[in-house]
């Protein structure tokens, strides 16, 4: 997962930051659910090959 993507360049309206900020939030809680989930289910992250 390394390609980056394009940062954006330009003005947003408010309600346009507001959406993204609310976007962010909920895509927050749903990682947070799955983490959840996963640590509920004794599913631990792995250390990766060296």
């Known amino acids: 997962m390394s390609k980056k ?23 927050a809680a749903r990682l947070a659910q799955d983490a959840k989930l996963l640590l509920d289910a ?5 250390d990766p090959p060296h």
């Open 5 to 27: 993507l394009p940062s954006y360049k330009g003005n947003l309206s408010f309600s346009q930051i507001a959406e993204g900020m609310t976007a962010a939030s909920e895509n």
């Open 42 to 46: 004794g599913r631990h992250p792995t």
